[in-house]
Nanobody, 127 residues
Framework: HVQLVESGGGSVQAGGSLKLSCVTSGYTYSRSNYCMAWFRQAPGKEREGVGVIYTGGGTAVYADSVKGRFTISQDDAKTTLFLQMNSLKPEDTAMYYC???????????????????WGQGTQVTVS
């Protein structure tokens, strides 16, 4: 099982920026074989996919609600996943989770069910 630890959340005013990090460890397979994702869950709402990236390379995929504002990246060692969030809106307020699965991201990339590894989350509040 991959261990995931998120950090970087906090409170920010609308229009501001935050950068979340997700440190990973415990890979069973090659670090280049994982679909890594960011999800978020607001109180009373379903957990929704924000964006994904395949550790083996390729273009990140984003939810329409964050496209053009959020950017997913990873470090060269493929041990840390980042989520750069710009132009934040109050509706971005949520607990943000990092998730991983051993596959490409081509099938249901933003659907929660296929991901078997989750972090504990980091809170983002936009006012």
């Amino acid at each position: 099982h991959v261990q995931l630890v998120e950090s970087g959340g906090g409170s920010v005013q609308a229009g501001g920026s935050l950068k979340l990090s997700c440190v990973t460890s415990g890979y069973t397979y090659s670090r280049s074989n994982y679909c890594m994702a960011w999800f978020r869950q607001a109180p009373g709402k379903e957990r929704e996919g924000v964006g994904v990236i395949y550790t083996g390379g390729g273009t990140a995929v984003y939810a329409d609600s964050v496209k053009g504002r959020f950017t997913i990246s990873q470090d060269d060692a493929k041990t840390t996943l980042f989520l750069q969030m710009n132009s934040l809106k109050p509706e971005d307020t949520a607990m943000y989770y990092c998730a991983a699965r051993v596959s490409r991201c081509s099938v249901d990339p933003l659907r929660r069910a296929p991901y078997g590894n989750w972090g504990q989350g980091t809170q983002v509040t936009v006012s």
